[in-house]
Protein backbone atom coordinates (compact mmCIF):
# COMPACT_ATOMS: atom_id res chain seq x y z
CA UNK A 1 0.00 0.00 0.00
CA UNK A 2 1.68 3.09 -1.35
CA UNK A 3 -1.37 6.04 -0.48
CA UNK A 4 -4.50 5.92 1.62
CA UNK A 5 -6.93 8.66 2.24
CA UNK A 6 -8.50 9.96 5.55
CA UNK A 7 -11.63 12.06 5.96
CA UNK A 8 -14.09 13.49 8.80
CA UNK A 9 -17.55 12.80 8.46
CA UNK A 10 -20.84 13.44 10.66
CA UNK A 11 -20.92 15.70 13.47
CA UNK A 12 -17.75 17.40 14.42
CA UNK A 13 -16.13 16.28 17.31
CA UNK A 14 -13.30 17.66 19.64
CA UNK A 15 -10.25 15.68 19.05
CA UNK A 16 -10.75 14.69 15.72
CA UNK A 17 -8.09 16.76 14.35
CA UNK A 18 -5.32 15.11 16.91
CA UNK A 19 -6.39 11.81 14.95
CA UNK A 20 -6.37 13.40 11.34
CA UNK A 21 -2.60 14.10 12.86
CA UNK A 22 -1.89 10.81 13.91
CA UNK A 23 -3.21 9.09 10.45
CA UNK A 24 -0.71 11.33 8.45
CA UNK A 25 2.16 10.91 10.59
CA UNK A 26 2.42 7.30 11.25
CA UNK A 27 1.63 6.83 7.40
CA UNK A 28 4.38 9.40 6.86
CA UNK A 29 6.78 7.17 9.54
CA UNK A 30 5.95 4.16 7.44
CA UNK A 31 6.58 5.97 3.69
CA UNK A 32 2.84 5.96 2.75
CA UNK A 33 1.43 8.95 1.00
CA UNK A 34 -1.67 10.44 2.12
CA UNK A 35 -4.54 12.13 0.14
CA UNK A 36 -6.66 14.25 2.76
CA UNK A 37 -11.22 14.75 1.95
CA UNK A 38 -12.52 18.25 2.45
CA UNK A 39 -16.17 18.15 3.78
CA UNK A 40 -16.46 13.85 3.66
CA UNK A 41 -17.81 11.84 1.07
CA UNK A 42 -19.70 14.90 -0.38
CA UNK A 43 -15.70 16.15 -0.81
CA UNK A 44 -15.33 12.68 -2.04
CA UNK A 45 -17.82 12.80 -5.02
CA UNK A 46 -16.73 17.08 -5.56
CA UNK A 47 -13.10 15.50 -6.15
CA UNK A 48 -11.70 17.71 -3.08
CA UNK A 49 -8.73 15.84 -2.30
CA UNK A 50 -5.12 17.23 -1.59
CA UNK A 51 -2.07 15.85 -0.57
CA UNK A 52 -1.36 15.79 3.55
CA UNK A 53 2.07 16.12 4.93
CA UNK A 54 3.33 16.18 8.35
CA UNK A 55 3.93 20.26 7.99
CA UNK A 56 -0.14 20.15 6.73
CA UNK A 57 -0.94 18.82 10.59
CA UNK A 58 1.00 20.74 12.37
CA UNK A 59 -0.43 23.12 15.44
CA UNK A 60 -4.00 20.95 15.17
CA UNK A 61 -3.97 18.62 17.89
CA UNK A 62 -4.94 21.25 20.17
CA UNK A 63 -7.93 22.95 18.11
CA UNK A 64 -11.14 21.67 17.97
CA UNK A 65 -13.40 21.32 15.23
CA UNK A 66 -11.70 19.64 12.03
CA UNK A 67 -9.09 21.21 9.74
CA UNK A 68 -10.81 18.52 6.94
CA UNK A 69 -14.40 19.87 7.06
CA UNK A 70 -17.32 17.63 7.23
CA UNK A 71 -20.47 17.72 5.50
CA UNK A 72 -23.72 15.41 4.98
CA UNK A 73 -24.14 14.20 1.43
CA UNK A 74 -27.14 12.65 -0.15
CA UNK A 75 -25.16 12.29 -3.26
CA UNK A 76 -23.10 9.42 -1.38
CA UNK A 77 -27.12 7.74 -1.16
CA UNK A 78 -26.81 6.64 -4.81
CA UNK A 79 -24.45 4.13 -6.47
CA UNK A 80 -23.74 6.82 -8.95
CA UNK A 81 -22.65 8.95 -6.54
CA UNK A 82 -20.36 6.55 -4.49
CA UNK A 83 -19.26 5.14 -8.39
CA UNK A 84 -17.95 8.58 -8.86
CA UNK A 85 -16.43 8.91 -5.36
CA UNK A 86 -14.46 5.71 -5.67
CA UNK A 87 -13.35 7.17 -9.06
CA UNK A 88 -11.63 10.20 -7.71
CA UNK A 89 -10.03 7.79 -5.30
CA UNK A 90 -8.40 5.70 -8.05
CA UNK A 91 -7.89 8.63 -10.34
CA UNK A 92 -5.65 9.73 -6.67
CA UNK A 93 -3.81 6.56 -6.39
CA UNK A 94 -6.14 5.57 -3.20
CA UNK A 95 -5.51 2.13 -1.99
CA UNK A 96 -6.76 2.41 1.34
CA UNK A 97 -9.44 4.64 3.53
CA UNK A 98 -9.16 6.24 7.47
CA UNK A 99 -12.87 7.09 8.39
CA UNK A 100 -13.11 9.56 11.18
CA UNK A 101 -16.85 9.62 12.41
CA UNK A 102 -20.21 7.66 13.94
CA UNK A 103 -22.21 4.69 12.57
CA UNK A 104 -23.51 6.59 9.84
CA UNK A 105 -20.01 7.43 8.38
CA UNK A 106 -18.87 3.82 9.14
CA UNK A 107 -22.00 2.32 6.78
CA UNK A 108 -20.87 4.98 4.12
CA UNK A 109 -17.36 2.96 4.53
CA UNK A 110 -18.41 -0.56 4.57
CA UNK A 111 -20.74 0.20 1.22
CA UNK A 112 -17.83 1.40 -0.56
CA UNK A 113 -15.62 -1.72 0.49
CA UNK A 114 -18.84 -3.74 -0.60
CA UNK A 115 -19.04 -2.22 -3.87
CA UNK A 116 -15.19 -1.84 -4.76
CA UNK A 117 -13.28 -3.42 -2.76
CA UNK A 118 -11.93 -0.68 -1.11
CA UNK A 119 -9.63 -1.57 2.49
CA UNK A 120 -11.28 1.21 4.71
CA UNK A 121 -10.44 1.37 8.51
CA UNK A 122 -12.81 3.80 11.16
CA UNK A 123 -11.91 5.68 14.21
CA UNK A 124 -15.00 6.26 16.23
CA UNK A 125 -14.83 10.25 16.32
CA UNK A 126 -18.31 11.55 18.10
CA UNK A 127 -19.31 12.86 21.28
CA UNK A 128 -21.78 10.88 21.89
CA UNK A 129 -20.14 7.19 23.00
CA UNK A 130 -22.60 5.24 21.48
CA UNK A 131 -20.73 2.72 19.36
CA UNK A 132 -19.96 -0.76 20.75
CA UNK A 133 -16.56 -2.05 20.97
CA UNK A 134 -14.88 0.78 22.21
CA UNK A 135 -14.95 2.20 26.32
CA UNK A 136 -14.58 6.28 25.04
CA UNK A 137 -15.01 7.46 21.30
CA UNK A 138 -12.87 10.28 20.54
CA UNK A 139 -14.88 13.84 21.85
CA UNK A 140 -16.80 12.26 24.16
CA UNK A 141 -14.53 13.13 27.33
CA UNK A 142 -14.27 16.81 26.40
CA UNK A 143 -17.72 17.15 25.68
CA UNK A 144 -18.75 16.11 29.02
CA UNK A 145 -16.05 18.53 30.69
CA UNK A 146 -17.89 21.20 28.51
CA UNK A 147 -20.46 20.38 30.36
CA UNK A 148 -19.78 20.06 33.50
CA UNK A 149 -18.18 23.45 33.38
CA UNK A 150 -21.48 25.31 31.74
CA UNK A 151 -23.50 23.65 34.39
CA UNK A 152 -21.23 24.86 37.66
CA UNK A 153 -21.50 27.76 36.06
CA UNK A 154 -25.50 27.79 35.74
CA UNK A 155 -25.89 26.16 39.37
CA UNK A 156 -24.01 29.43 40.85
CA UNK A 157 -26.98 31.34 39.53
CA UNK A 158 -29.39 29.02 40.81
CA UNK A 159 -27.69 29.36 44.21
CA UNK A 160 -28.15 32.92 43.99
CA UNK A 161 -32.15 33.23 42.93
CA UNK A 162 -33.23 29.93 44.55
CA UNK A 163 -34.22 28.80 41.00
CA UNK A 164 -35.12 25.34 39.44
CA UNK A 165 -32.58 24.92 36.21
CA UNK A 166 -33.84 22.53 33.65
CA UNK A 167 -30.49 21.87 31.12
CA UNK A 168 -30.73 20.16 28.38
CA UNK A 169 -27.54 18.43 26.78
CA UNK A 170 -27.00 16.72 23.22
CA UNK A 171 -28.33 12.96 22.89
CA UNK A 172 -30.97 12.09 20.91
CA UNK A 173 -30.22 8.71 20.78
CA UNK A 174 -27.72 7.69 24.43
CA UNK A 175 -28.17 9.48 26.96
CA UNK A 176 -24.12 8.66 27.81
CA UNK A 177 -23.33 12.70 28.25
CA UNK A 178 -26.43 13.29 30.46
CA UNK A 179 -25.38 10.83 32.82
CA UNK A 180 -21.87 11.38 33.40
CA UNK A 181 -21.84 14.99 33.39
CA UNK A 182 -25.02 14.72 36.07
CA UNK A 183 -23.39 12.67 38.35
CA UNK A 184 -20.12 15.03 38.19
CA UNK A 185 -22.35 18.26 38.40
CA UNK A 186 -24.22 17.05 41.46
CA UNK A 187 -27.73 17.14 39.61
CA UNK A 188 -30.55 16.54 41.33
CA UNK A 189 -32.42 14.49 38.82
CA UNK A 190 -30.63 12.70 35.02
CA UNK A 191 -33.42 12.09 32.55
CA UNK A 192 -32.12 9.97 29.52
CA UNK A 193 -33.64 8.08 26.52
CA UNK A 194 -32.41 4.60 27.72
CA UNK A 195 -35.11 4.69 30.49
CA UNK A 196 -39.18 5.93 31.01
CA UNK A 197 -39.25 9.03 32.71
CA UNK A 198 -41.44 9.00 35.76
CA UNK A 199 -43.01 12.24 36.35
CA UNK A 200 -44.98 11.73 39.47
CA UNK A 201 -41.46 10.34 40.93
CA UNK A 202 -40.18 13.72 39.55
CA UNK A 203 -42.60 15.43 41.01
CA UNK A 204 -41.94 13.93 44.34
CA UNK A 205 -38.50 14.73 44.38
CA UNK A 206 -39.19 18.38 43.75
CA UNK A 207 -42.02 18.53 46.48
CA UNK A 208 -39.15 16.87 49.00
CA UNK A 209 -36.74 19.35 48.16
CA UNK A 210 -38.83 22.20 48.87
CA UNK A 211 -40.40 20.86 51.85
CA UNK A 212 -36.27 20.88 52.63
CA UNK A 213 -35.97 24.27 51.94
CA UNK A 214 -33.57 23.15 49.40
CA UNK A 215 -32.88 26.64 48.17
CA UNK A 216 -32.01 25.22 44.21
CA UNK A 217 -31.86 22.14 41.83
CA UNK A 218 -30.28 21.31 38.41
CA UNK A 219 -32.14 18.68 36.27
CA UNK A 220 -30.07 17.60 33.44
CA UNK A 221 -31.99 15.96 30.80
CA UNK A 222 -30.89 14.26 27.35
CA UNK A 223 -32.41 16.08 24.41
CA UNK A 224 -34.30 12.33 23.48
CA UNK A 225 -35.44 11.63 26.95
CA UNK A 226 -38.99 10.94 26.42
CA UNK A 227 -40.43 13.55 28.42
CA UNK A 228 -40.18 15.62 24.81
CA UNK A 229 -37.13 17.73 26.73
CA UNK A 230 -36.22 20.58 29.16
CA UNK A 231 -39.10 22.64 27.74
CA UNK A 232 -41.54 20.76 28.07
CA UNK A 233 -40.65 19.51 31.21
CA UNK A 234 -39.97 22.64 32.03
CA UNK A 235 -43.64 23.84 31.58
CA UNK A 236 -45.33 20.62 33.45
CA UNK A 237 -42.97 21.27 36.65
CA UNK A 238 -44.31 25.01 36.66
CA UNK A 239 -47.80 24.19 36.03
CA UNK A 240 -47.81 21.74 38.93
CA UNK A 241 -45.34 23.87 41.28
CA UNK A 242 -46.17 27.50 40.46
CA UNK A 243 -44.27 29.07 43.44
CA UNK A 244 -40.64 27.26 41.71
CA UNK A 245 -39.03 29.52 39.60
CA UNK A 246 -37.55 27.65 36.97
CA UNK A 247 -36.11 28.32 34.06
CA UNK A 248 -34.37 26.26 31.30
CA UNK A 249 -31.20 26.30 29.56
CA UNK A 250 -30.25 24.52 26.22
CA UNK A 251 -26.58 24.04 25.87
CA UNK A 252 -26.52 23.11 22.30
CA UNK A 253 -23.67 22.86 19.88
CA UNK A 254 -21.53 24.06 22.38
CA UNK A 255 -20.80 20.87 23.42
CA UNK A 256 -19.27 20.22 20.38
CA UNK A 257 -16.58 22.84 20.47
CA UNK A 258 -13.52 23.18 22.36
CA UNK A 259 -9.75 22.34 22.68
CA UNK A 260 -9.92 18.93 23.32
CA UNK A 261 -8.69 17.59 26.55
CA UNK A 262 -5.93 16.13 27.45
CA UNK A 263 -7.47 12.18 27.37
CA UNK A 264 -9.10 12.81 23.88
CA UNK A 265 -5.95 14.18 22.65
CA UNK A 266 -4.04 10.80 23.34
CA UNK A 267 -7.16 8.72 22.44
CA UNK A 268 -7.57 9.96 18.78
CA UNK A 269 -3.76 9.67 18.63
CA UNK A 270 -3.57 5.92 19.38
CA UNK A 271 -6.22 5.22 17.09
CA UNK A 272 -5.41 7.01 14.49
CA UNK A 273 -2.21 5.24 14.59
CA UNK A 274 -3.58 1.98 14.77
CA UNK A 275 -5.84 3.05 12.09
CA UNK A 276 -2.82 3.36 9.87
CA UNK A 277 -1.04 -0.23 11.46
CA UNK A 278 -4.64 -2.06 10.01
CA UNK A 279 -4.52 -0.96 6.86
CA UNK A 280 -1.01 -2.17 6.66
CA UNK A 281 -1.70 -5.22 7.89
CA UNK A 282 -4.32 -5.98 5.52
CA UNK A 283 -7.21 -5.10 7.52
CA UNK A 284 -10.41 -3.67 6.29
CA UNK A 285 -14.18 -3.24 7.84
CA UNK A 286 -13.24 -2.61 10.91
CA UNK A 287 -13.77 0.31 13.84
CA UNK A 288 -10.02 1.18 15.89
CA UNK A 289 -11.44 1.31 19.55
CA UNK A 290 -9.80 1.17 22.78
CA UNK A 291 -11.04 -1.63 25.55
CA UNK A 292 -9.12 -2.31 29.25
CA UNK A 293 -6.50 0.46 27.75
CA UNK A 294 -5.76 -1.63 24.79
CA UNK A 295 -6.38 -0.65 21.09
CA UNK A 296 -8.93 -3.52 19.16
CA UNK A 297 -10.29 -3.67 16.32
CA UNK A 298 -13.69 -4.36 15.90
CA UNK A 299 -16.02 -5.12 12.92
CA UNK A 300 -17.96 -2.10 11.02
CA UNK A 301 -21.18 -4.21 11.61
CA UNK A 302 -21.04 -4.97 15.42
CA UNK A 303 -19.76 -1.27 15.95
CA UNK A 304 -23.17 0.33 14.18
CA UNK A 305 -25.34 -2.74 14.77
CA UNK A 306 -24.78 -3.23 18.71
CA UNK A 307 -25.16 0.21 20.48
CA UNK A 308 -23.95 0.55 23.93
CA UNK A 309 -26.05 0.14 26.88
CA UNK A 310 -26.15 2.48 29.68
CA UNK A 311 -24.53 2.24 32.91
CA UNK A 312 -27.67 1.05 35.06
CA UNK A 313 -25.19 1.41 38.42
CA UNK A 314 -24.53 5.21 36.95
CA UNK A 315 -28.31 5.58 37.10
CA UNK A 316 -28.97 4.40 40.56
CA UNK A 317 -26.14 6.28 42.02
CA UNK A 318 -28.23 9.52 40.89
CA UNK A 319 -30.61 8.45 42.62
CA UNK A 320 -29.03 7.54 46.04
CA UNK A 321 -26.66 10.99 45.42
CA UNK A 322 -29.44 13.25 45.03
CA UNK A 323 -31.27 12.08 48.01
Known sequence: ?????????????????????????????????????????????????????????????QRGGTVLKTARSKDFMSVEGREKAMQNLRNAG???????????????????????????????????NDLFGTEATIGYDTAINT???????????????NRLFFVEVMGRDAGFIALRSGIACGAEAVL?????????????????????????????????????????????????????DTRVSILGHMQRGGSPSAYDRVLASELGAGAVKALLEGKTNVMIGRMHGQVVEVPFEKAVKHHRDINKNLLELVYWLSE
Not at 16 to 44: D, E, L, P, S, W
Not at 215 to 226: K, R
Open 192 to 244: VPETETYTEALMDKLQRGWNREKSSAIIIVAEGDDSGGAEVLAKMVKERFPHF
Open 94 to 128: VEGLVVIGGDGSFKGALTLHKEFGLPVVGTPGTID
Open 1 to 61: MKKIAVLTSGGDAPGMNACVRAVVRTANHFNIGVIGVRRGYQGMIENDLFPMTPSDVSNII
Open 147 to 161: VVQAVDKIRDTANSH
